[in-house]
């Protein structure tokens, strides 16, 4: 993406990856949003994430900000990857969607980094506390619209109000950034699960809007948390290995391993491609092709009418028109380790 105006490094310096409209900056806090209501190939590829993790904090000018690993699972996530959600697993045991399967997303705070500048929130202690806009001390939820946003404070005392930004007693600093980075799954209700479905997952379903969600509005609201809370500044879907069938990652049938990373600022020509040219192929389930599945196709166009009201995502409209949709590729090749 670097090579097409993407960088990932804000800098001054000269460099391929960097460059001063670069995503990531410095002393940015870097709220990584994954999925972890499932285990097994139903959450994100934890390999994914430590990479993610590394490069962050191998930014040029000297990482010094919060890395840190959120999700909200509803009552059901777990960030050691032992979940039972949905009672759809044979054990308890930790199973992290990753080359060596104790590599859950806590392992990696833990044990792999085991740094100060790495963190992780699990955001279902608090799905039904509420809080007003002038309490900067709870740990909650904040209602806007339809929608509803976590505030709290991470390890490293910083104070996340997702739409504001960080309190700092006085006023919001806005160096904070959300990487969303959700895993491709079939899902019943709207066909996939995507960058819209993983990041509208923030917010809290005890909020009272539950019922309009599940599933005729369910776009509307994917939409609302990317344009009125906060868009994150780049969508990195797992494609390593994708569920076709429900949304568990297990048993192993229901998956198929593709090996690839997309990403985009816009989440919907993310979904839209993704289910098109990555899952629907594996069996040609028509629940899975955004020009045949009507509800799929309706999930995707409520998000777009609702974030381009909006003015789109950084002044960018958002799009699901396949001839609008640049798709640029690059294949790695060389040696990998093992960690």
């Known amino acids: 993406m670097a090579n097409h105006g993407l960088k990932f490094y804000r800098t001054d310096k000269d460099m391929d990856l960097g460059g001063r409209d670069g995503v990531t900056d410095k002393s940015d806090v870097v709220l990584i949003k994954v999925n972890a209501q499932w285990k097994y190939r139903g959450c994100t590829n934890s390999d994914v994430v430590r990479g993610l993790i590394q490069r962050v904090l191998e930014h040029p000018d000297g990482f010094d900000g919060e890395i840190v690993l959120f999700e909200n699972g509803q009552g059901g996530g777990s960030l050691d990857c032992d979940t039972m959600w949905g009672g759809r697993y044979p054990d308890t045991g930790v199973h992290a969607n990753a080359e060596e399967e104790s590599h859950s997303f806590s392992y990696l705070v833990d044990a792999v980094f085991d740094d100060s500048r790495v963190s992780k929130y699990l955001l279902d202690p608090i799905r039904e506390t509420f809080i007003s806009k002038e309490d900067h001390s709870t740990d909650g939820y904040r209602k806007l619209f339809n929608v509803s946003y976590p505030c709290f404070t991470t390890a490293k005392g910083n104070r996340i109000e997702l739409k504001e930004g960080i309190w700092n007693s006085e006023s919001y600093d806005q160096n904070l950034k959300v ?9 019943d209700g709207c066909g996939i699960t995507g960058a819209l479905k993983s990041f509208y997952g923030v917010l809290s379903m ?5 019922g309009e969600r599940h599933y005729e509005k369910l776009g509307q609201h994917c939409g609302k948390m990317m344009a009125k809370v906060r868009a994150p500044v780049i969508n990195i879907l797992d494609c390593i290995w994708v569920t076709q069938v429900a949304w568990a ?33 594996i069996d040609n389930n028509d629940e899975h092709h955004p020009d045949k599945f009507a509800v799929l196709r309706n999930h995707l166009t409520q998000a777009k009418d609702v974030i381009n009201s909006e003015g789109g995502i950084n002044g960018h409209k958002v799009t699901l028109n396949e001839s609008d949709i640049n798709v640029h590729t690059l294949r790695c090749t060389g040696n990998f380790h093992r960690f």
Not at 179 to 187: A, C
Not at 206 to 210: I, L, P, Q, R, V
Not at 267 to 280: E, F, G, N, Q
């Open 179 to 187: 990487i969303n980075i959700p895993v491709l799954k079939h899902h």
């Open 249 to 281: 990652g297990y048993p192993p049938e229901n998956t198929t391993r593709r090996d690839q990373l997309l990403a985009s600022i816009d989440p919907v020509a993310l979904d839209y491609w993704a289910s098109k040219h990555l899952l629907y192929p």
């Open 206 to 210: 005890a909020d009272g809007k539950e």
